[in-house]
């Protein structure tokens, strides 16, 4: 039952951009790039840190 719980961490990436009028901006830029598209970037990584925490953490492993 515990191990469940780490499964709603995976709602974070899902819930952080299902609403574009949010991050759709301009400011603040990053290395010339507007918000709207380092924020999805940013996202992209921080999704793989989540996915792979979830794997661990539930131990959801498959010999290959």
């Known amino acids: 039952m515990k191990r469940r719980f780490w499964y709603w961490l995976l709602i ?12 759709a901006r301009l400011n603040p830029a990053v290395a010339g790039f507007p918000f709207f598209y380092w924020y999805q970037l940013l996202w992209v990584v921080l999704a793989a840190v989540v996915v792979g ?12």
Request: hydrophobic share 50%; net charge neutral; proline share 12%.
């Open 12 to 23: 974070l990436p899902f819930a952080a951009t299902l609403y574009p009028p949010f991050y």
């Open 53 to 64: 925490i979830v794997l661990v953490a539930t131990g959801d492993r498959r010999d290959v």
